[in-house]
């Protein structure tokens, strides 16, 4: 089993920066065999893809985030990031990380991120 723990959320100012994290460990050969994504939810909306990271590194935003994150991944501490700048109140959410089509069996409790304005 897999567990998932994302850290490093909290409360910025619109325009701000932050910088989230997602420790994988359990019973799995590592994340470097894996695609790896950020995922987020807000209040009332359907979770979605924010950003994803291949194996060999090459990475996908949704365009909503396009040019002010970025995600990035340590294969031997089985962690990725997710660099948010520029921050603005719409990415308010609980964000989560997880592998990417197909997800893990299970996932973190998330971070939250709260962006005022």
């Known amino acids: 089993q897999v567990q998932l723990v994302e850290s490093g959320g909290g409360l910025v100012q619109a325009g701000g920066s932050l910088r989230v994290s997602c420790a994988v460990s359990?019973?799995?050969?590592?994340?470097?065999?894996?695609?790896m994504g950020w995922y987020r939810q807000a209040p009332g909306k359907q979770r979605e893809t924010v950003a994803v990271?291949?194996?060999?590194?090459?990475?996908n935003y949704a365009d909503s985030v396009k040019g002010r994150f970025t995600i990035s991944r340590d294969n031997a501490k089985n962690t990725v990031y997710l660099q948010m700048n520029s921050l603005k109140p719409e990415d308010t959410a609980v964000y989560y990380c997880?592998?990417?089509?197909?997800?893990?069996?299970?996932w973190g409790q998330g971070t939250q991120v709260t962006v005022s304005s």
């Open positions: 990271i291949s194996k060999d590194g090459s990475t």
């Open positions: 359990g019973s799995f050969a590592g994340i470097y065999i894996y695609a």
């Open positions: 997880n592998r990417y089509q197909p997800p893990f069996g299970s």
